[in-house]
T-cell receptor, first 114, second 115 residues
Framework: KAGVTQTPRYLIKTRGQQVTLSCSPISGHRSVSWYQQTPGQGLQFLFEYFSETQRNKGNFPGRFSGRQFSNSRSEMNVSTLELGDSALYLC?????????????FGPGTRLTVT | AQSVTQLGSHVSVSEGALVLLRCNYS??????LFWYVQYPNQGLQLLLKYTSAATLVKGINGFEAEFKKSETSFHLTKPSAHMSDAAEYFCAVTPGVINAGKSTFGDGTTLTVKP
């Protein structure tokens, strides 16, 4: 099976712009989570989607949003970018049934805001 | 509420030596505990997990971890370090299966393996 894929891998944006990141989970996985990883704050949970519904949400401002499509692919959007949004954004998917407690991570999208 | 503390942001061992990476957790409900490894410019890979079955858990690449409830610890060990083990390691806690996607991660421990 193909792993979790994230596009694009690298992105450079300017303050005030918005950005959309994409995540394709492993085939058959219905849960998708997003994390932000920075040297200063480490790995922080953004949100989780399951069957097109947001199931959990972390403590991020409303500028961060996401959605999930019927094929389980997910996107996250960040509006009005700030310098502090520069980070590696990781997506993870989880299988249904046994093993649903495991997360499989993609390689991440490295966002640089200038 | 849940939290994870990884003791030591950097650990250095010689090739062939014992690897010990420390993790202590706090959870208001019985926890699910995980160790992940991250190589440069890559995502996280699951090494092993504890989900209330056996307290000694074996994972990939020769790693294992022991859940000690009395000490609220879940330390990661490997008897003999290999150069390829050099990476960053993360301990994570999840409050049960339903919230598998809402994991809390430690700050990470960078493992250096000296030849």
């Amino acid at each position: 099976k193909a792993g979790v894929t994230q596009t694009p891998r690298y992105l450079i944006k300017t303050r005030g712009q918005q950005v959309t990141l994409s995540c394709s989970p492993i085939s058959g996985h219905r849960s998708v989570s997003w994390y932000q990883q920075t040297p200063g704050q480490g790995l922080q949970f953004l949100f989780e989607y399951f069957s097109e519904t947001q199931r959990n949400k972390g403590n991020f401002p409303g500028r961060f949003s996401g959605r999930q499509f019927s094929n389980s692919r997910s996107e996250m959007n960040v509006s009005t970018l700030e310098l502090g949004d520069s980070a590696l954004y990781l997506c993870a998917s989880s299988p249904p049934g046994q093993g649903r407690d495991e997360q499989y991570f993609g390689p991440g999208t490295r966002l640089t805001v200038t | 509420a849940q939290s994870v503390t990884q003791l030591g942001s950097h650990v250095s061992v010689s090739e062939g030596a014992l690897v010990l990476l420390r993790c202590n957790y706090s959870s208001s409900v019985p926890p699910y505990l995980f160790w992940y490894v991250q190589y440069p410019n890559q995502g996280l890979q699951l090494l092993l997990k504890y989900t209330s079955a056996a307290t000694l858990v074996k994972g990939i690449n020769g790693f294992e971890a022991e859940f000690k409830k009395s000490e609220t610890s879940f330390h990661l060990t490997k008897p003999s370090a290999h150069m390829s083990d050099a990476a960053e390691y993360f301990c994570a806690v999840t409050p049960g299966v339903i919230n598998a996607g809402k994991s809390t991660f430690g700050d990470g421990t960078t493992l250096t393996v000296k030849p």
